[in-house]
């Protein structure tokens, strides 16, 4: 919101947008259409990943390549259309119809 950084985001020709506090699950496209269904498939692979450690052993930590491996996995589950239908639900102009 600082005047600098909105002057230099306007000036790449993007249109800036303030979303109010508290509005995010009805505006942001990746709230409104897929974050559920993100956070589940990641969630299944971390849950994999645990279960496969020895319960006899301390739960090592994940490295930073398994949760990226987990991230990428989720986001490719998510299909181009369902990107574009979340789009067009909040009404910004990413894709057209």
């Known amino acids: 919101m600082m005047g600098s950084v909105v002057g ?11 979303i109010p506090p508290g509005c995010t699950g009805l505006v942001q496209p990746v709230d409104v259409g897929y974050n559920k269904a ?3 498939k990641d969630k299944e692979k971390y849950s ?8 006899d052993l301390p739960v090592p930590k994940t490295s930073r390549r398994d949760v990226v491996e987990w991230i990428l996995a989720a986001e490719t589950n998510i299909l181009m259309e369902t990107r574009r239908k979340v789009w067009l639900k909040t009404r910004y102009a990413y894709f057209s119809d």
Not at 8 to 18: D, P, T
Not at 48 to 55: A, E, G, H, M, S
């Open 48 to 55: 994999n990943w645990l279960f496969d450690q020895d319960p």
């Open 8 to 18: 230099a985001i306007q000036a790449l020709g993007v249109e800036v947008e303030f």
């Open 38 to 40: 993100f956070k589940s």
